[in-house]
């Protein structure tokens, strides 16, 4: 493969960038900065559900958070729980789950483009949706569904809630906050409930000064039911099974039923009752039937969830080896025990079992991509790399399969071959942090410091500190070496973030002014 001379690569990321509104996030809430709106956010959208006669309920909500100022609440939180190392940010997961999460969006009016889809590091069934298309879901969840339509009718719920933006309606109902402490509240509460205790919730509660939320963000009757009936509407639409919501529903309020001691996080602040979930079987046979048959990708991805959250020393290759001696001997669980095997330093082992595998299902991604990665593993990366050129030329830009065979080229000795590779998924498919951050490993490794500095800014704008993002450019200016087709490229980053920090430091000291103005006339005009 020829290699990218820095000459050569021109002008890439002009193409395909990351958005300075995800820079604002957590940096802008703690700082105040979130009063500032980013260039390119409009207003907000109305969202009726597909096959819905559900009124129009954005322009309220708009009044309240702007399309901007809902990006960075949402944002912020992802930012905290990547800070937090809670995310599972493998490219297949995130890959498949984006996958769902965009037929579902698609149904909107909002379309699939505003929505983000994540899968949290955590066992417990639970899954949320913050302002800005945010959804988050736990591994928990994933592993308790027993269809691809049940995942489906949970995220399409929490799809709903965005998608009628029931957290600012929520605002609009309660005594007026600044943004500043709305995110602050957001984000504290939803972390507390992931892991930080119930102390840190409870202290969260006490700030809030007139937001009505206990635990999590707990949105009203009438939103559950609402994000149930736009929800299926998405879902149907979809292509998915529309009873796949309440058969999800129904399982989770059979746990709450049979044992007490054990209640899905999920129904702390989705309570489910007999009367909601025949009010969505009511729903659902409103539309034509879909069988909805399962993608093969499902059973492999619940078991890679199994395998990449598993907390303890459970031997989870001995468990999947059991399960197929006594009748299990399912894709599923054959894919399941060669990512076990594979994580447990057994890499060859793994082979033996995708070999074959691969073969009998060609068309499945996941299959050429953890055989190259298995074979690489054992020691074999001249047949991991073939494997990977295979996959590449029936997948082009398929981003696991991308990233995958870049990280094998890097093994390899090959970082040159593997920066060219990233760049070109980078400037056609919209990056994931863990890709940009890779792009920028590969830069490095191939001897191009500009483009490292460079990416690693963009790595930090997708995390949202733009400051250090700032710094990385200015590295990036003052590398050897560096083309003035780079030094252009590099210095237009730099002045768009400056200047983006420059007109938010602005309208803050604005807002600022304002609301202390209208806190002396408050106190003026006392009772």
Same mark, same amino acid.
């Given at each position: =493969?020829?290699?990218?001379?820095?000459?050569?690569?021109?002008?890439?990321? =002009?193409?395909?960038?990351?958005?300075?509104?995800?820079?604002?996030?957590?940096?802008?809430?703690? !700082? #105040?900065?979130?009063?500032?709106?980013?260039?390119?956010?409009?207003?907000?959208?109305?969202?009726?559900?597909?096959?819905?006669?559900?009124?129009?309920?954005?322009?309220?909500?708009?009044q309240v958070l702007s399309r901007g100022d809902e990006y960075r609440l949402g944002a912020m939180v992802a930012r905290e729980l990547r800070d937090q190392n809670a995310l599972l940010e493998d490219p297949e997961v995130s890959e498949y789950i984006n996958g769902i999460g965009q037929r579902l969006a698609s149904q909107s009016a909002m379309g699939g483009e505003y929505f983000h889809y994540f899968v949290i590091k955590d066992t417990t069934i639970n899954a949320f949706a913050v302002s800005g298309g945010f959804v988050f879901i736990n591994g928990g969840l994933v592993l308790a569904t027993s269809s691809e339509s049940e995942l489906a009718g949970v995220m399409a719920h929490e799809t709903a809630h965005i998608t009628q933006h029931h957290i600012a309606r929520m605002l609009a109902d309660q005594s007026k906050q600044s943004l500043t402490t709305v995110a602050t509240l957001i984000g504290a509460i939803l972390?507390?409930?992931?892991?930080?205790g119930g102390q840190a919730t409870e202290g969260a509660i006490a700030a809030a000064q007139g937001l009505a939320v206990q635990h999590q963000i707990n949105f009203t009757r009438d939103n559950e039911w609402e994000a149930d009936r736009v929800g299926i509407g998405y879902l149907a639409g979809a292509g998915f099974d529309p009873y796949g919501m309440g058969n999800m529903f129904e399982t989770m309020a059979r746990h709450e039923g049979l044992a007490a001691t054990y209640i899905p996080a999920m129904l702390i602040d989705h309570p489910v009752d007999s009367?909601?979930?025949?009010?969505?079987?009511?729903?659902a046979a409103q539309f034509p039937p879909r069988k909805g048959d399962d993608s093969q990708s499902y059973a492999l991805i619940r078991e890679r969830v199994r395998v990449l959250t598993a907390v303890g020393d459970v031997d989870l290759a001995v468990q999947y080896a059991q399960k197929i001696a006594h009748g299990g001997d399912n894709l599923g669980n054959r894919y399941g025990e060669a990512i076990a095997l594979m994580n447990s330093g057994q890499a060859g082992e793994a082979v033996k079992i995708l070999t074959p595998l691969l073969q009998e299902h060609e068309g499945l991604t996941l299959l050429h991509a953890a055989l190259g990665q298995a074979q690489a593993k054992a020691g074999h990366p001249d047949e991991a790399l073939r494997t990977f050129k295979r996959a590449a030329e029936l997948f082009p830009r398929n981003v696991p399969v991308t990233v995958r065979y870049a990280e094998t080229l =890097?093994?390899? #000795?090959?970082p040159a071959d593997a920066h060219t590779m990233l760049l070109d998924l980078f400037n056609n498919v919209p990056p994931t942090p863990d890709q940009i951050r890779l792009t920028a490993l590969a830069a490095s490794a191939a001897g191009d410091p500009g483009d490292a500095y460079y990416y690693m800014g963009e790595y930090q704008i997708s995390g949202g500190d733009l400051n250090l993002a700032v710094q990385q450019l200015q590295l990036a200016l003052a590398s050897p070496h560096i083309t003035q087709i780079q030094r252009e490229r590099y210095?237009?980053?730099?002045?768009?973030?400056?200047?983006?920090? !420059?007109?938010?430091?602005?309208?803050q000291l604005a807002s600022d002014n304002q609301d202390q103005g209208q806190n002396q006339r408050r106190g003026g005009g006392g009772r």
């Open positions: =493969m020829e290699k990218l001379t820095p000459a050569r690569r021109g002008p890439i990321v =002009m193409i395909r960038r990351l958005p300075l509104a995800l820079a604002v996030t957590a940096l802008a809430a703690a !700082a #105040g900065a979130a009063a500032d709106e980013p260039p390119s956010a409009q207003p907000i959208l109305s969202a009726p559900a597909a096959g819905s006669d559900l009124p129009d309920l954005g322009s309220p909500a708009a972390l507390g409930a992931l892991g930080g009367d909601r979930i025949a009010e969505q079987r009511a729903r =890097m093994y390899a #000795g090959r210095q237009a980053r730099l002045d768009e973030l400056r200047d983006y920090l !420059a007109s938010t430091r602005k309208r």
